[in-house]
């Protein structure tokens, strides 16, 4: 045992190491092999570079932007209707109980596009600079034949003018409420990616590139491009194509928004609502919606009693670690 010399044990034969080619010795300059990008999900962003339409803890652009107005008192203007709606706030009672009827999952529809508005109100309004591209310019690109003022790139739009423009389309294509906030979340994507600044002279178009994209990505039935044609009568099919196409690249084609990400702009779109005086309506508890909503209890505590009744529980009272019959005693391993 042991012996090299023994007629039983041979030395294998040294292995013949062969130079290794790559893949990108034969490539031009300049090119890399398709083999080596990376996964969308893999991208990692330059340093310095936070998306926040891609990382969860990093703030919103909006919500950025807002708190200067906000903090020097300078907010959107209210109608007397909104402010004496304020001045009424509603408060449950022993007869009545009042529920916000928006949740993430499921927010409501003219609130959440309105703060959506919002949130675009404040992007034109404390833009930094002046940064555009020609395919999203409306004077290049008109959306109606009438075209555009000379002064078109010199006015901000009110709040109340981009509400406006964003609930048109989507009473037309009969969009949803998550879909805006997808929406904002590609537009604030297409900021960064694009390193452009979103101004009167291109908001529209860059809104619309954004909700088209949105509807196709979120939407199960999605709008076709020709669809908005419909509802915007002058501009073409071709020119939808080549918005979206170019939308798309600007992207880098990274069109993923994770759920964490999602939750984040809705509750820092709540939180510009609230900072507005634009709150969420709180309606009264329906004697329906209790009953579905005890109902969804209900299931619920079947479920947990199930597992529980399975040996499922991965919890345990502390009443229970201190008796006898709760108590769970971990084998003993003597050696």
Not at 139 to 153: C, Q, R, T, W
């Amino acid at each position: 045992m042991g012996n090299q010399n023994s007629c039983c044990c041979y030395r294998s034969p040294s292995p013949i190491r062969k130079d290794i080619v790559k893949l990108e010795d034969y490539l031009p300059e300049g090119e890399v092999s398709s083999n080596n990008i990376q996964h969308i999900s893999e991208r990692e962003p330059d340093d310095g570079d936070i998306d926040p339409s891609q990382d969860p803890i990093a703030g919103t652009i909006f919500m950025e932007r807002s708190k200067a107005s906000i903090e020097n008192g300078i907010t959107r203007k209210r109608s007397q209707h909104q402010i004496a709606e304020n001045k009424m706030k509603k408060s449950s009672s022993c007869s009545t109980i009042y529920l916000d009827d928006s949740t993430v999952s499921q927010p409501n529809l003219k609130n959440t596009v309105k703060c959506v508005a919002l949130a675009i109100y404040y992007h034109i309004k404390n833009r930094t600079s002046e940064r555009r591209l020609d395919i999203f310019d409306e004077k290049m690109h008109p959306l109606s034949k009438e075209g555009v003022n000379d002064d078109y790139d010199k006015y901000n739009p009110e709040h109340k003018q981009i509400y406006k423009f964003v609930r048109t389309l989507f009473n037309a294509a009969q969009l949803t409420a998550e879909c805006a906030i997808i929406t904002l979340v590609y537009l604030e994507r297409l900021l960064i990616c694009a390193d452009l600044d979103i101004a009167p002279s291109n908001w529209k178009r860059i809104v619309l590139g954004a909700i088209l994209l949105a509807s196709k990505v979120w939407d199960d039935q999605a709008v076709w491009n020709v669809d908005y044609c419909q509802i915007l009568k002058d501009i073409t099919v071709e020119d939808m194509n080549e918005l979206e196409r170019q939308f798309l690249e600007m992207l880098q084609f990274n069109i993923n928004v994770p759920s964490s990400v999602y939750a984040k702009y809705y509750f820092d779109l709540r939180t510009l609502a609230e900072a507005n005086d634009l709150a969420f309506p709180s309606e009264p508890l329906s004697k329906e919606r209790a009953q579905k909503l005890e109902a969804m209890s209900r299931v619920m505590e079947d479920k947990i009693s199930a597992e529980v009744k399975n040996g499922i529980k991965k919890w345990s009272s502390l009443d229970n670690v201190n008796s006898g019959a709760g108590v769970r005693r971990s084998v003993a391993i003597l050696s």
